[in-house]
């Protein structure tokens, strides 16, 4: 049936913003560029949008457009000489997309979604970059919609592109999922990809805006996807589990007019059980043990998910799970994160000895969280100068708008 222009564009973008992830995977896996595969893609959305209008859509709009890359993915290997060893070693005819014969390895995963994410956030790319291209690629945003998420020019963000697929060309980086010792690492960047995307949502690093829950939205799909590709790899599960519960809570984050609300004021009937639901059932699938990183965090933010009231909270097993967590990965931030759930346990002044001990780290010394806690633990012990300094130091570190009203609010009533 003939739709009007308008409706075949609204249909062809709704479909090529789900289906686009895969058909660049489908596309780079004939071609083994994710630029060109991108670019394929483009031009099976610019076919729809010329023949949707006069032939109707399709009873499967997503296999079209899959079926109209791959076939001009194969037309521009045939026509290519430099790629006629590529074609014979994916052994595809225009009749014939059917997968590459690969060796024989029985960890090998034949995905071409999850090709496209270990492409995407390879070590040899910068982070910045693994973001943006992660973005683009999986997650379909645009390059406007990135730079507004991060709060960068387009051009910076387009460039940023542009280059990743240049460096992962010239590195002759191969679109395939690694093996053994390989892929635990590249695994790891990953992880580490997603993990970041769901962070500038949750607690944005800059602007006006606390939270930007679309980026948390696009980083948990990511997670949800790569849980679903990679069933029996605990830390994958344990990210999906972590940031499911910490999206449970953006809710009540903010206040009516966007300001922060600190978890101990929080109104938890606000919490999405749902979420947390789904993020105790994936902590569970992550297996009983022993935790990688990921999913020892999610088992902290499962402490916090399954107490009723703030005073209700386990802050000694937090803190022990703080303990692990250091043991795992060191770091002086997991350090002062454990210091907060010591202070709850074991009363402020245990915890003021252990971050004094962290002021003189080079990581934090423009890490605006290290002075709010030990304002808010100075203010515990009825230390309100040092506090009030405390705070204001916080608050000339912070690049958020709404932190800074925060800190420069409390700073304000330590004071009284």
Same mark, same amino acid.
């Given at each position: ?5 308008? @409706? ?44 949707? #209008? ?44 059917? #997968?590459?014969?690969? #060796? ?102 800059? @602007? ?70 789904? @993020? ?11 935790? @990688? ?77 290290? #002075? ?45």
């Amino acid at each position: 049936m003939a739709v009007t222009a308008a @409706g075949a564009t609204a249909t062809v973008e709704a479909v090529f913003r789900i289906e686009s992830a895969r058909i660049i995977a489908g596309a780079a896996r004939i071609v083994r560029d994710v630029g060109i595969a991108e670019e394929l893609a483009q031009d099976a959305l610019v076919a729809a949008l010329e023949q949707w #209008p006069e032939s109707g859509v399709p009873d499967r709009p997503g296999a079209w457009l899959m079926a109209t890359a791959k076939h001009r993915a194969i037309d521009l290997v045939r026509r290519k000489e430099t790629y006629a060893r590529k074609l014979a070693e994916v052994g595809r005819t225009l009749e014939d997309v059917g #997968p590459p014969v690969e #060796p024989s390895d029985p960890e090998d995963i034949d995905d071409d979604l999850l090709r496209l994410i270990f492409t995407a956030c390879h070590p040899v790319l910068s982070t910045d970059a693994r973001i943006a291209l992660t973005l683009k690629l999986l997650g379909g945003l645009t390059t406007e919609e990135i730079a507004r998420a991060f709060l960068a020019a387009e051009s910076t963000v387009a460039q940023r592109i542009v280059r990743a697929k240049r460096s992962l060309a010239k590195a002759g980086v191969h679109f395939e999922v690694p093996y053994g010792e390989d892929r635990a690492a590249r695994l790891g960047s990953v992880l580490d990809v997603i993990y970041l995307i769901f962070n500038e949502g949750y607690s944005a690093t800059a @602007g006006d805006d606390l939270v930007r829950p679309a980026l948390c939205e696009d980083a948990l799909r990511l997670a949800r996807v790569l849980a679903a590709l990679m069933p029996d790899e605990s830390e994958v599960h344990g990210l999906a589990a972590l940031l499911e519960i910490q999206a449970s809570r953006i809710p009540a984050r903010t206040g009516p007019l966007g300001e922060p609300v600190l978890l101990g004021d929080q109104n938890r009937t606000k919490w999405n059980r749902l979420l947390i639901r789904r @993020g105790i059932e994936a902590l569970h699938r992550a297996g009983g043990g022993p935790y @990688g990183p990921y999913a020892v965090q999610a088992a902290i933010a499962a402490c916090h998910a399954r107490a009723v009231r703030y005073e209700d909270t386990d802050w000694a097993m937090i803190a022990a799970l703080y303990g692990k967590l250091a043991a795992l990965t060191p770091s002086p931030v997991v350090e002062l994160n454990r210091a907060v759930a010591v202070s709850m346990a074991d009363g402020p002044e245990a915890a003021l000895a252990l971050v004094d001990a962290l002021t003189d780290e080079p990581a934090l010394k423009d890490y605006h969280l290290l #002075p709010s806690v030990r304002g808010d633990l100075l203010a515990r012990l009825g230390r309100r100068d040092e506090a009030r300094a405390e705070f204001e130091r916080a608050a000339s570190l912070t690049r958020n708008a709404r932190e800074r009203e925060l800190l420069l609010a409390r700073a304000a009533d330590t004071a009284r």
